[in-house]
């Protein structure tokens, strides 16, 4: 039991540090990026050929991807996502399926079917492990993914309230025509945050491919667990994400000690009642699925 | 020369024509006041002179640079600065982070944070509120002083005194008052016509998107100006 709560903390490690670009993108642009989970799978394939192919060390290859995932984004929301975006909240969501669509067989084209992990890279961390008192042992790797998350989220919510870059993120995402009156340029802004938000995948591909492996489908399934930790935790402060996340690992772990195959169909049961939740009898829209809309 | 010269501006929403071909000029140091009932065009003039709204035709000209073709973060930066109607202040930051997020024009001029406080002494003291919990006096005084962090050239105001106390008012011409003697230049949209027989320079008055009535305050009255814009046009008093 004790073993059971702890690996759901640390699962709900992993998903949160997927979940939170998801996050951010929503929080600070008011766009659902369907195509985040893709992202995750075109950076992870970008450490592997790195790391890999070209025997570049993991770190630096992390270094690297943030650095390209960041320019990826920025031209996304030039050429895509700031046309998209004037359509109202449901065209930024087609398009960002359609771009999904295109990465994941694009990716299927280039790397074929195989699954690629990058748990060769680190040798024996892949499968090390601290003992806790009580003979249970948890992987040092989920450890450093809930460490990860939790510092990527404090430095993002630090980033959009102590400095000059997060005080235009938010005027940007909160009254555009008044932030442009102030002279900032909010399309080079909210660039600048979708870049970020891309960046953050590169951590969310390096813990999934630390953990396990992947192909070039599994875009969808990492963006299922990001959007439904996004949902149970809400909108307002990035802290929320890790709250939805934890929930969800909860949930999910409570259903597989009940049933072998609960794992997933209770993982989703807390998704669908933090919706009945949140809808409360309102009319659907994206804003009240979410609660309260603009952050803090 | 004239800091702000505005010609011919044509504006609309959709079918609907807001501003018939408005022409001014405001001068360094110099108060003009763009007067008007509801639905005169005058919030829809300033916001196609800052390029918040995107102006059909005429140009607008910043000490003597054509400014017409830019972008509205742009005009900012070229000096050029709105308080927009409501204030809008980002409701959730601090006073100091509104007037911070003010300096986003990057231009080089007298105005810190320091000289704010100076300007407005009641906002020493709330300099770590969130901007949402300010009385209405309280926010104007802090949209007045965002706009001054962008060391602008001249400032353009809609709707000053709607929503506010007589007291908040006061101050608030008080400041605008010190601004102008620094050589800015105002543009003032202004619903209490006595207020600004008291404080202008200049006076325009629009009627459903024409001017009306150019005049001084020396050389008109509350009742020619209250003529004026229920569309009765120069010189005949109703």
């Known amino acids: 039991m004790t073993s059971q709560l702890i690996n759901a903390v640390l699962l709900g490690g992993y998903y949160a540090v997927l979940a939170t670009g998801l996050a951010f993108m929503f929080s600070v642009m008011n766009i659902i990026n369907l195509a985040h989970g893709a992202f995750i799978i075109l950076a992870g394939f970008g450490l592997f050929v790195l790391g890999s192919d070209l025997g570049v060390p993991l770190p630096l290859a992390i270094v690297i991807m943030i650095g390209v995932m960041f320019v990826v984004g920025f031209i996304l929301h030039r050429v895509v996502l700031s046309r998209a975006s004037g359509g109202g909240e449901l065209l930024p969501i087609l398009a960002t399926f359609g771009i999904a669509i295109i990465l994941d067989n694009l990716m299927f084209q280039v790397f074929g079917a195989d699954s690629k992990s990058l748990a060769p890279m680190v040798g024996d961390l892949a499968w090390a492990s601290y003992e806790l008192p009580g003979f249970i042992f948890i992987g040092k790797i989920s450890v450093y993914i809930l460490t990860a998350g939790i510092v990527m989220i404090g430095a993002l919510e630090w980033m959009l309230r102590r400095t000059t870059l997060g005080h235009r993120i938010q005027a940007t995402s909160q009254d555009r025509a008044t932030a442009s009156l102030l002279g900032i340029d909010t399309g080079r802004t909210a660039a600048i945050a979708t870049g970020i938000a891309l960046a953050t995948g590169v951590v969310a591909a390096t813990a999934l491919g630390l953990r396990s492996a992947w192909g070039p489908y599994d875009g969808s399934a990492q963006l299922l667990f990001a959007f439904e930790a996004v949902v149970i935790g809400g909108i307002g402060s990035l802290w929320r994400v890790l709250i939805g996340a934890m929930i969800l690992a909860f949930a999910q772990s409570m259903g597989a000690m009940i049933h072998p195959q609960g794992f997933l169909i209770s993982g989703h049961l807390a998704f669908l009642a933090a919706v009945f939740v949140r809808l409360g009898g309102r009319s659907f829209s994206l804003k009240s699925l979410l609660a309260k809309g603009a952050r803090a | ?238």
């Open chain 2, 1 to 238: 020369m004239s800091t702000l010269e505005v010609k011919d501006i044509v504006a609309g929403h959709g079918q609907l024509c807001a501003v018939h071909g408005v022409t001014l000029t405001v001068k360094p140091g110099e108060m003009l006041f763009v007067l008007g009932s509801n639905g005169a065009g005058k919030t829809t003039l300033l916001r196609s002179i800052a390029g918040d709204h995107q102006a059909e035709g005429g140009s607008v000209a910043l000490s003597g640079v054509d400014v017409s073709r830019l972008s509205a973060h742009h005009r900012a930066r070229s000096g050029l600065s709105l308080v927009p109607e409501g204030r809008r202040l980002f409701a959730r930051m601090t006073v100091r982070e509104n007037l911070m997020l003010g300096a986003s024009t990057s231009r080089e001029g007298p105005w810190t944070i320091a000289a704010i406080y100076e300007a407005f002494p009641n906002l020493a003291k709330l300099d770590r509120s969130l901007a949402g919990k300010l009385s209405g006096g309280e926010q104007q005084a802090v949209a007045i002083g965002r706009a001054l962090m962008g060391d602008p050239m001249a400032i353009m105001l809609d709707e000053v005194s709607l929503g506010l106390s007589p007291a908040a008012v006061e101050l608030a011409y008080e400041a605008l008052k010190k601004v102008r003697d620094m050589g800015l230049a105002l543009l003032i949209v202004e619903q209490d016509l006595n207020r600004a027989l008291a404080n202008a320079d200049d006076l325009i008055v629009m009627c459903e998107g024409h001017v009306t009535l150019r005049t001084k305050p020396a050389e008109t009255s509350l009742e020619t100006l209250a003529a004026a814009s229920f569309g009765h046009e120069e010189g005949a008093v109703a």
